[in-house]
């Protein structure tokens, strides 16, 4: 068992976070035959056993780091949001800053798996090596989720309300913009996270995001008025009072 994917360790300041990230290689098995092309139940016990195999071994590489801030009071105009250090070049994201109640701030993390992991494919087959893709995209995306769900709570512990969280290369914000902007206010670089000129993240398994807090909101996201109305990315497709 990997202890590293349950050991908390420091988010916000000295605020300690657990993520209690499953262990078991079964409980990602699902996902990441889903993440693979399987339709369904996998039902070639061999196979399964192969995958289940991989994921044990891609777990034990993972070695989880965070890092997060917070600044503000937020501002915005037509094209961008901006805070004390950090700047969001979005002109969707900016619109939604006018159904916020004040004070509105902006609250950013990065993440990675560590590099371990992708070290580990270049010395397994094909097969295996898609196997720790998968997984990777995976943990990835549930550490994510663990983060926001984290930041989500410290915004709540102060009467707040917060957005979803959005990446640079999300929605308008342009990738390399974003990335170097996050990069900038949070130093990713502490944790072992790199850019290259385009915004690709070294380890590639890392996560980078931001989300806003505000006294009160209306939407989460841009998407409800957002007027591309076919995106496969679309989120939310009305507001509410939160």
Known sequence: MNELLQAPFRLIGQRLVKLNLPTDPNDYFTAVARRMGYVGKVREPSIRRRVISQIATGLAAVRISAVSRITGPVKSDSKKIEADGMAVYSSRWASIIRFMEPPVVMGCFAATLGGELENLKGKVG??????????????????????????????????????????????????ALGQKAVFEFLNPESIGITIMRTGTMVPEKSITAVMLGAGKLYYKTPCPICPKKDCPYRRESTGGNF
């Open 126 to 175: 094909l097969f295996d090596a898609y196997v720790l893709e998968c997984l990777g995209a995976e943990v990835t995306e549930t550490v994510g989720d663990k983060l926001e769900s984290a930041l989500s709570d410290q915004f709540l512990s102060q009467a707040m309300a917060c957005s979803r969280r959005f990446s640079p290369g999300y929605c308008d914000w342009p990738l």
